[in-house]
C-alpha cells in the first residue's frame, strides 16, 4: 500500500498561486511517475498533468501554462505549483505514483490514494 500525503491547499482569490506538496515516502519518486489528479464536487476526476522518471512533464490542456509539477527526489515529495488560479480550478487535489498509463486511462486503477487537499478559489 502506498502512503500519500497532500497538503498545501487552501482558500485563494482568482489569479492567485498555491503550492500543493504530496509526500510519498517509501517510494524512490525518481524511478517511476508522479502526478496530480482534481475532482471537482459533482464531476469526474480528471488528470492534471505527470512527471516521468525522465522528468519530463504533461499537462491537460485546462492548466498549461499555469501549472508546474516538480519533485525532490531526496525529500520524496512531488509539487504542484499553481499560478493564475481561477474559480474553475476548485476541487480536491490528489496525487499518485505509478506508470504512465495508470495516468492516462484516468487513475481507476490505482489501488491507494491519499487523502487529498482542497484547494477553492473565489472569483
Known amino acids: 500500500q502506498v502512503q500519500l500525503v497532500e497538503s498545501g491547499g487552501g482558500v485563494v482569490p482568482a489569479g492567485g498561486s498555491l503550492r500543493l506538496s504530496c509526500e510519498v515516502p517509501?517510494?524512490?519518486?525518481?524511478?517511476?511517475?508522479a502526478g496530480w489528479f482534481r475532482q471537482a464536487p459533482g464531476k469526474q476526476r480528471e488528470l492534471v498533468g505527470y512527471i516521468r522518471s525522465s522528468g519530463i512533464t504533461e499537462y491537460a490542456d485546462s492548466v498549461k501554462g499555469r501549472f508546474t509539477i516538480s519533485r525532490d527526489n531526496a525529500a520524496r515529495t512531488v509539487y504542484l505549483q499553481m499560478n493564475d488560479l481561477k474559480p474553475e480550478d476548485t476541487a480536491t487535489y490528489y496525487c499518485?505514483?505509478?506508470?504512465?498509463?495508470?495516468?492516462?486511462?484516468?487513475?481507476?486503477?490505482?489501488?491507494?490514494w491519499g487523502q487529498g487537499t482542497q484547494v477553492t478559489i473565489s472569483s
Open positions: 517509501g517510494i524512490i519518486i525518481s524511478m517511476t511517475t
Open positions: 499518485n505514483v505509478g506508470s504512465v498509463s495508470l495516468f492516462r486511462s484516468g487513475g481507476g486503477n490505482f489501488r491507494s
